[in-house]
């Protein structure tokens, strides 16, 4: 479903590309891509939407150049940014984007239900607080039959019983996901996901989440490394079995990098 | 796929264009109507002149308004349409027809508003009966008026956003309004020539509504005669802008290019 090769992004003004040479396939998958604010990670979902153009490299979404893609109502996200298509109430802009989608309002106006957001549906989306906000999103990525589901942060400003029934409603999902998060501790939920790190722009992976415990990095360039960060404190490696630090006892990958750097 | 039904919902209970482009207009309305009027002479022909000029100025600086809100909703979706465009069945044909249909109703609503606060203010003042002679002319007008500013704004808006950012978008908001309070002002005290009127689309709006409403062509000076101008090449004057323009926001809305809000920040 989505095919990203070498993909850079450079932003005007700027020298340091945001993205550097991003490999990526998702097919019948769901993916965690665990990385520090900053590490790129929203970039990298807001190219796949063709909100950012690449500066080099491609990426296809059901085989198709995302540059040319039109009407293809498969691919769903949760950035807020891309809902704002009128100032309605929620409830409008659920009917609204059902019929974009070619779903049905009753399936998304039920999650809300059922994650107590009724009081929602009234409101305009500036009227949400912060986490209403990013429940509402995380909700218009699920409804409406999607194939590829692209979800920045979907936790953040979530509360821990939120949290849980998000986690169960995207286990249960029948879509491709790509799952972004800044916070380790969240991926003992997605224990059958491919799992990917993110660091200055560069994705390693895929790993598997359920080999998180094996999982090291490693001062310098590493023989037979399952992955190599070329970063700007230096060279590391990811190994298997053995290395300088384990991933999973990093409360973030930049924290784990520092300790090593 | 039909959008204009929440395009005009968004529209209608948007609180700025009501106090601005409505009470803030009516506003104008009775400065007009009592205030400013203290030497009109009391000939019914120099009030139906005096109400009507009023009248049609502020139309067309109530469908300024108008493009400014719209203006500013293509800064706050740009992300949006760059997404549906791509992500959804929506096509921008069919945004661009939603929006037409939706800013012609708006167009004909701020104009009835405006047309019985017109007719209420200036025939209290003047203690007479002051009703247009052509409503239908007028709401055809309106209508047209509507998408004329839509497609003007869209076009400036689109522009700023694919090619200089949503800073300058917030400001291209304005140049319709701009245009129309000194082009509409100033044909009430200026003698245009005869090409400028018929080139210049807000003052072909301006003399279709003036001539709707009093029933009387407007006229310019031709030396020392005054020159009655005709509805047809008025006419045709808005109806080729408006065309252009609408095909110009087509092909604009085809390159949308998503702008963040943050970058709306001025200071």
Redesign the interface.
């Given at each position: 479903m989505l095919d990203i090769r070498g993909l850079t992004v450079t932003f005007p003004g700027t020298t340091t590309p945001a993205l550097r040479g991003i490999d990526l396939r998702l097919e019948g998958a769901k993916m965690v891509v665990v990385g520090a604010n900053g590490s790129g990670k929203t970039t990298l979902i807001?190219s796949i939407?063709?909100?950012?153009a690449p500066s080099s490299g491609s990426i296809a979404v059901g085989g198709t150049d995302?540059r040319t893609?039109?009407?293809?109502?498969?691919?769903?996200?949760n950035?807020a940014?891309?809902?704002?298509?009128?100032?309605?109430p929620v409830r409008?802009l659920v009917r609204?984007?059902a019929?974009?989608?070619?779903g049905d309002p009753a399936e998304m106006e039920g999650h809300l239900r059922s994650f107590e957001l009724d009081p929602a549906l009234g409101k305009r989306l500036y009227e949400l607080s912060t986490g209403q906000q990013k429940l509402v999103g995380d909700l218009f990525a699920v409804s409406f039959g999607p194939r590829l589901v692209l979800l920045d942060e979907p936790f953040d400003n979530v509360d821990f019983g939120r949290r849980r029934r998000l986690v169960g409603l995207l286990r249960a999902l029948p879509a491709d996901v790509l799952l972004n998060t800044h916070e380790l501790e969240l991926l003992g939920s997605f224990a059958d996901w491919q799992l990917g790190l993110m660091f200055e722009g560069q994705l390693l992976g895929p790993f598997s989440v359920a080999e998180l415990d094996r999982l090291y990095l490693t001062r310098g360039e590493v023989r037979g490394a399952l992955a190599v960060l070329r970063s700007s404190v230096g060279t590391f490696s990811v190994t298997r079995d053995a290395g300088d630090r384990p991933v999973k006892s990093a409360t973030s990958l930049n924290a784990l990098v520092e300790s090593l750097a | 796929?039909n959008?204009a039904r929440?395009?005009m919902?968004?529209m209608l209970t948007?609180g700025s264009l009501w106090f601005w482009a409505v009470a803030f207009m009516a506003m104008w309305l009775g400065i007009g109507a009592f205030l400013e009027s203290l030497g009109v002479a009391s000939t019914r022909s120099a009030v139906v002149a005096y109400t009507t000029s009023w009248y049609a100025v502020i139309v067309l600086i109530a469908l300024s308004l108008l493009a400014a809100v719209i203006a500013g909703?293509y800064a706050?979706?740009s992300?949006?349409?760059?997404?549906?465009?791509?992500?959804?069945?929506?096509?921008p044909a069919g945004y661009l027809a939603s929006i037409v249909g939706g800013s012609a109703l708006l167009g004909l609503v701020l104009n009835v508003v405006l047309l019985g606060a017109t007719a209420g203010m200036f025939g209290l003042r003047f203690a007479t009966t002051i009703l247009p002679a052509d409503p239908a002319a007028l709401l055809g007008v309106s209508l047209l008026g509507g998408v004329f500013f839509m497609a003007l704004s869209s076009t400036l808006a689109l522009l700023a956003i694919n090619h200089l950012g949503l800073r300058s978008a917030d400001f291209v908001g304005y140049v319709p309004l701009v245009l129309s309070f000194v082009l509409g002002n100033a044909q009430v005290y200026v003698a245009f020539p005869r090409w400028f009127v018929y080139g210049s689309p807000f003052n072909d709006l301006t003399s279709l509504l003036y001539q709707g409403y009093s029933g009387n062509p407007p006229t310019v000076e031709l030396g020392t005669a005054a020159v009655s101008l005709g509805w047809v090449p008025l006419l045709l004057g808005i109806l080729v802008w408006t065309a252009a323009l609408v095909g110009c926001t087509l092909v604009l809305l085809r390159r949308i290019r998503?702008r963040?809000?943050e970058e709306r920040r001025q200071i």
């Amino acid at each position: 479903m989505l095919d990203i090769r070498g993909l850079t992004v450079t932003f005007p003004g700027t020298t340091t590309p945001a993205l550097r040479g991003i490999d990526l396939r998702l097919e019948g998958a769901k993916m965690v891509v665990v990385g520090a604010n900053g590490s790129g990670k929203t970039t990298l979902i807001r190219s796949i939407l063709g909100l950012v153009a690449p500066s080099s490299g491609s990426i296809a979404v059901g085989g198709t150049d995302v540059r040319t893609i039109r009407g293809e109502p498969g691919l769903s996200t949760n950035l807020a940014e891309v809902y704002r298509l009128m100032s309605l109430p929620v409830r409008d802009l659920v009917r609204l984007f059902a019929r974009l989608k070619g779903g049905d309002p009753a399936e998304m106006e039920g999650h809300l239900r059922s994650f107590e957001l009724d009081p929602a549906l009234g409101k305009r989306l500036y009227e949400l607080s912060t986490g209403q906000q990013k429940l509402v999103g995380d909700l218009f990525a699920v409804s409406f039959g999607p194939r590829l589901v692209l979800l920045d942060e979907p936790f953040d400003n979530v509360d821990f019983g939120r949290r849980r029934r998000l986690v169960g409603l995207l286990r249960a999902l029948p879509a491709d996901v790509l799952l972004n998060t800044h916070e380790l501790e969240l991926l003992g939920s997605f224990a059958d996901w491919q799992l990917g790190l993110m660091f200055e722009g560069q994705l390693l992976g895929p790993f598997s989440v359920a080999e998180l415990d094996r999982l090291y990095l490693t001062r310098g360039e590493v023989r037979g490394a399952l992955a190599v960060l070329r970063s700007s404190v230096g060279t590391f490696s990811v190994t298997r079995d053995a290395g300088d630090r384990p991933v999973k006892s990093a409360t973030s990958l930049n924290a784990l990098v520092e300790s090593l750097a | 796929m039909n959008l204009a039904r929440w395009y005009m919902k968004a529209m209608l209970t948007n609180g700025s264009l009501w106090f601005w482009a409505v009470a803030f207009m009516a506003m104008w309305l009775g400065i007009g109507a009592f205030l400013e009027s203290l030497g009109v002479a009391s000939t019914r022909s120099a009030v139906v002149a005096y109400t009507t000029s009023w009248y049609a100025v502020i139309v067309l600086i109530a469908l300024s308004l108008l493009a400014a809100v719209i203006a500013g909703s293509y800064a706050y979706g740009s992300s949006a349409l760059a997404y549906a465009f791509r992500y959804s069945r929506l096509t921008p044909a069919g945004y661009l027809a939603s929006i037409v249909g939706g800013s012609a109703l708006l167009g004909l609503v701020l104009n009835v508003v405006l047309l019985g606060a017109t007719a209420g203010m200036f025939g209290l003042r003047f203690a007479t009966t002051i009703l247009p002679a052509d409503p239908a002319a007028l709401l055809g007008v309106s209508l047209l008026g509507g998408v004329f500013f839509m497609a003007l704004s869209s076009t400036l808006a689109l522009l700023a956003i694919n090619h200089l950012g949503l800073r300058s978008a917030d400001f291209v908001g304005y140049v319709p309004l701009v245009l129309s309070f000194v082009l509409g002002n100033a044909q009430v005290y200026v003698a245009f020539p005869r090409w400028f009127v018929y080139g210049s689309p807000f003052n072909d709006l301006t003399s279709l509504l003036y001539q709707g409403y009093s029933g009387n062509p407007p006229t310019v000076e031709l030396g020392t005669a005054a020159v009655s101008l005709g509805w047809v090449p008025l006419l045709l004057g808005i109806l080729v802008w408006t065309a252009a323009l609408v095909g110009c926001t087509l092909v604009l809305l085809r390159r949308i290019r998503a702008r963040q809000l943050e970058e709306r920040r001025q200071i």
